[in-house]
């Protein structure tokens, strides 16, 4: 008998109202790892990555976050399983009436026992490994997109979850921010042993940072594997992500 | 009959031809050889032209084209146009409205279990409950509707006063009329007052900042922690609210009582007795129900407005519609609470 998974979905179908935009979703994710969810727009990769962090229920199906069914257990027990989880969301999300510093505390604050000391440094050190520290004075309306991305991501790890979700955390950064953002997740997997989730379309990323990929097309997932596997399948969908939209030419000398 | 179109401007191009689709030819042939280009809006425009004379039952030729008009007529994608969903019967309309309203019902519910449940587990010494928050909403509920609660409530007295004194003058019962401002203030106006003000200043205030935080996914990111947004945004409004609005209700009575104070002063010779008659008749049964009425109607304003901030949609209006929303609900239900209080008090008597 295996041991429990990080990250486990069953069967699982999720949408919005009545409209269903997943189906049949399996998949299971371990400890330790890098795992980009990839798909066209609209494939269903940010509504999955909801229904991860409890955030839409799904219409049928488990999600399960180490081990524990998440929309089975009572609220107080969920909120324990989401406490050892951070979130990055597409926007930065940060609280408006908060400082930079504030912000990054704030998980420290409501999750833990911990004096007010300790969690300042921890997330001086935190804002310091992302290089935003000399912003922890200011306001989140006083920085830019990609500072925020980095403060936002300072404070889903402040407290070293087991498991960070990422919502196309590069998406509107520029080169020299991405590759802070690609740093810190590498940096996340093997000197933290976290595993992280990186819903994203940035295929540079998920080319290097990613040990597996899962790729979602046509209402499910269409194909899981390491990016160097999905390069050379022979599937249109894959193909159209890792390389464009396909041509019949290149379909066919594929085929020869 | 041949009809020959010498330049792509839309508006003339579809007047013209539906001059010629009343004449209801068969067939209408359009001579496009003097077209040397044509873009997205000539294509757009040649194409709504052709389905509607289609639907009138004309057919459309398209004649002495280009290559390279042909080519991006061909080019150009043409999507069928978007099937509108039949409109619902009266019937289903009425049974999605029901719906909507009975499940808004369960939500508001749930969110007031949920507040009650956060306020006592605050009370009894909850590590993570943010009593600064309550502080801090202290300040912008209470102190800074502070001068415009008495000063509202100094004049609404004076003219109540005012008005009442020059009535009860042809009777000669003028002596009572302070002691009807007094009792009046106290059981009912200053609170009305106070709701009034909190419900036009504070709701929106709450439905908007709520709404802004659903909008840039705040509360998504307390929901993840694990935190509710009930338990960590609303319970500490409520908490503040209720310790404002019987405040501000106390001060609105006196300052309604100074202004009543003020016009019998310059009215009435005797004012002295008036006063004494005022304070001989005055209950703290009278002040009891108003400060009863005033938690009532925060409580009725804070959870209409956070009700109303909290699902408002994602939408570019949402927050602007949360905040009238908040005002409209809250004014309403002020009214139905404060009819029904004061309907039991007086049976009661």
């Known amino acids: ?22 189906t049949g979703v399996d998949l299971r994710i371990d400890t330790g790892e890098i795992v980009s969810v990839i798909g066209g727009s609209g494939s269903g990769k940010s509504t999955l990555l909801r229904a991860m962090v409890g955030l839409l229920e799904p219409a049928a199906g488990a999600v399960c976050l180490f081990g524990q069914d998440l929309y089975a257990t009572r609220p107080r027990s969920r909120g324990r399983l989401l406490s050892r ?16 510093l504030d912000n990054v505390m704030f998980p420290g604050r409501k999750l833990t026992d911990l004096p007010d000391a300790v969690i300042q440094e921890l997330a001086l050190i935190e804002l310091a490994r992302l290089g935003v ?27 070293a979850p087991e498991l960070v979700f990422c919502d196309e955390p590069t998406s509107s ?60 399948s022979e599937d249109l969908d894959v193909q159209a992500l890792f390389h464009g939209e396909p041509t019949r030419e290149s379909q066919e000398s594929k085929r020869a | 009959m041949d009809v020959r179109l010498d330049a792509i401007r839309p508006r003339s191009l579809l007047h ?14 359009l001579d496009l050889s003097a077209l040397r280009q044509i873009d997205s809006t000539g294509v757009a425009t040649l194409r709504a032209v052709t389905r509607r004379l289609r639907r009138s039952g004309v057919a459309v030729e398209l004649h002495g084209a280009t290559p390279e008009v042909m080519r991006v007529l061909a080019e150009t994608p043409e999507p069928d146009p978007p099937k509108h969903p039949p409109e619902p019967g009266v019937l289903e309309s009425l049974g999605r409205s029901c719906f909507a309203w009975w499940s808004g019902l369960l939500t508001l519910a749930d969110m007031v279990i949920e507040a009650m449940q956060g306020a006592a587990g605050a009370v009894v010494g909850r590590r993570t409950f ?43 019962t003028e002596s009572v009329v302070l002691e009807f401002v007094g009792i009046g203030m106290a059981r009912g106006f200053a609170p009305f007052i106070v709701a009034i003000l909190l419900a036009s200043r504070t709701a929106p205030a709450i439905a908007a900042q709520l709404s802004t935080m659903e909008m840039r996914q705040e509360n998504d990111v307390l929901r993840v922690m694990g935190i509710s947004p009930v338990r960590h945004l609303v319970v500490p409004r409520l908490f503040a609210i209720t310790l404002v609005t019987p405040a501000l209700s106390l001060i609105a009575t006196a300052s309604g009582i100074l202004g009543g104070l003020l016009v019998t002063v310059w009215l009435d010779p005797h004012w002295m007795a008036a006063f004494e008659t005022m304070l001989r008749e005055m209950t703290l049964g009278d002040l009891w129900l108003g400060t009863v009425k005033s938690v009532l109607f925060g409580w009725v304003i804070g959870l209409a407005s956070a009700f109303t901030g909290l699902h408002s949609g994602y939408g570019a209006l949402s927050i602007g519609i949360a905040a009238t929303r908040a005002a409209v609900a809250s004014i309403l239900f002020v009214m139905i609470v404060d009819s029904i209080v004061t309907t039991l008090w007086t049976m009661a008597q």
């Not at chain 1, 042993?193 to 209402?219: F, K, N, P, Q, Y």
């Not at chain 2, 801090?136 to 003219?159: H, K, W």
Request: charged fraction near 20%; aromatic fraction near 6%.
């Open chain 1, 1 to 22: 008998m295996s041991s429990a998974a990080l990250v486990e979905l069953r069967d699982v179908v999720v949408g919005y109202g009545e409209l269903p935009i997943l």
């Open chain 1, 85 to 100: 989880v951070g979130v990055l969301f597409q926007s930065d999300a940060l609280f408006s009436s908060m400082s930079v």
């Open chain 1, 133 to 159: 520290a000399d912003l922890a004075e200011r306001m989140p309306q006083e920085i830019s997109g990609g500072q925020a991305k980095r403060v936002a991501l300072a404070r889903a790890n402040v407290l």
């Open chain 1, 173 to 232: 950064l520029d080169p020299i921010n991405a590759a802070v953002l690609g740093r810190e997740f590498t940096r996340l997997r093997d000197d933290q042993g976290s595993t992280v989730i990186l819903v994203t379309h940035d295929m540079e990323m998920v080319r290097t940072l990613s040990d597996r990929t899962v790729v979602l097309a046509a209402g499910g997932i269409c194909a899981v594997g390491t990016p160097a596997t999905l390069e050379r």
């Open chain 2, 16 to 29: 013209e031809l539906e001059i010629h689709a009343r004449t209801r030819p068969a067939v209408l042939r």
């Open chain 2, 130 to 172: 943010a009593w600064r928050d309550v502080v801090e909403q202290l300040e912008l509920m209470g102190a800074d509707a502070l001068p415009i609660a008495a000063t509202m409530s100094f004049l609404l007295g004076l003219v109540l006063d005012f008005q009442t004194w020059v009535q009860m003058h042809y009777y000669g």
